[in-house]
């Protein structure tokens, strides 16, 4: 009986003493090994197009108009009104700015009085001559003293049709205290104010003409003799990349820009609509035709191993090395001579990181054909 005591007494010392091994053992039996997580390493891709357009260079540009006309009075004087801003769309003959009138009209006064005396000498000249005539018939006068009074009357009339000129040249000055536009467009600038006083010939307004535009690039001198031949000119705006216009060389300046040492170069784009603005950031993009197709691929794609030239491509989510023979250099390109067909996905940046078989996850937003960027026309 008194051992039946002891031995329900020891009893509970003895669970709490075997339980933490019984629960260790207890969970070493149910856990099992985690399984090991694959490596999927994102990589950029292009899928490798063929294309017998070869893009020999591209430049930033900004559009500009073709003609800007720089507006100023005619006269001098000082400005009263300004009925435009920056930005404004005019017509042509809308006023865009005024001159205080007031000396001019006076000069103007003064003209007009002095042609009314001109025209009163004349007037006089003409009497006096009809006068002597009637005499010389007479013989009443001496023939010198009539073609004296042909000589007034000759000097009246000239001096009646340079009072005539005169006034007719300080109306003019008068309309000029008005300044209009000549040609359809924008306001561009304005380099005076209300209050201003200016000279004659001075530009006031900045107006240009938006019907024709143009991009404006600058050439590096070794590329200038080049560009010029080219016949190829891609622009695309940089608000609107997906929009491919025809562009042409129109002019390419003679003279470097001292500051820049570059050569300005003006492409046209007769196919430009409302939605180019001057102003814009623009791609030009210069290409000519090769005589057979080419693929090519960024430099960032090749992975040199030893003496071998090679690429990654993906097949099925993984990749595979394969060899490749680069046929020269295209700008930030290589063009693969082989090794690689259309339609395979290469991969272009952390090509040192792989291994063959590697699964790999793309990113979508580089997959796009590279040699279709020179395609578009």
Request: net charge positive.
């Amino acid at each position: 009986m008194f051992a039946l005591k002891n031995l329900r007494a020891a009893a509970p010392a003895a669970i709490k003493t075997l339980l933490p091994t019984f629960l260790l053992v207890l969970l070493a039996a149910c856990s099992k090994d985690a399984p090991k997580q694959e490596d999927v390493r994102p990589v950029r891709a292009i899928v490798v197009g063929s294309s017998d357009i070869d893009v020999n260079a591209e430049f930033a540009g900004e559009v500009r108009p073709r003609v800007e006309s720089r507006l100023g009075f005619r006269v001098g004087g000082k400005i009263v009104a300004r009925k435009v801003d920056v930005g404004s769309v005019v017509k042509r003959g809308q006023v865009l700015m005024q001159l205080d009138p007031q000396d001019l009209q006076l000069s103007q006064t003064q003209a007009r009085a002095a042609l009314r005396a001109a025209e009163t000498q004349r007037d006089l000249a003409r009497a006096e001559l009809k006068r002597y005539e009637e005499l010389r018939k007479q013989n009443f006068v001496s023939q010198a003293v009539l073609d004296a009074r042909k000589s007034a009357f000759s000097s009246a009339q000239a001096n009646v049709d340079a009072a005539r000129a005169g006034y007719s040249a300080q109306s003019n000055q008068a309309q000029y205290s008005t300044l209009a536009s000549d040609i359809d467009g924008v306001v561009t600038a304005i380099s005076a104010e209300v209050g201003q006083v200016v000279s004659p010939g001075t530009p006031v307004v900045s107006v240009a003409n938006t019907s024709d535009k143009e991009i404006v690039i600058s050439l590096p001198e070794d590329k200038v003799d080049a560009m010029r031949k080219m016949q190829d000119v891609t622009v695309r705006m940089w608000a609107n990349p997906a929009v491919a216009m025809r562009g042409k060389i129109r002019e390419v300046s003679p003279v470097a820009d001292p500051a820049t040492r570059t050569y300005p170069v003006r492409v046209s784009i007769p196919g430009a609509g409302s939605d180019v603005k001057l102003g814009m950031t623009a791609r030009v993009q210069f290409a000519s035709k090769s005589a057979t197709p080419q693929m090519r691929v960024p430099l960032t794609a090749l992975f040199h191993e030893k003496s071998s030239t090679a690429v990654w491509v993906v097949e099925k989510g993984a990749v595979r090395l394969v060899p490749v023979q680069v046929g020269g250099t295209s700008g930030n390109d290589v063009v693969i001579a082989s090794g690689v067909t259309p339609g395979q996905t290469v991969v272009t940046a952390g090509v040192n990181k792989l291994k063959n078989g590697q699964k790999v996850k793309l990113l979508s937003e580089q997959m796009a054909p590279v040699a279709a960027a020179g395609a578009a026309k």
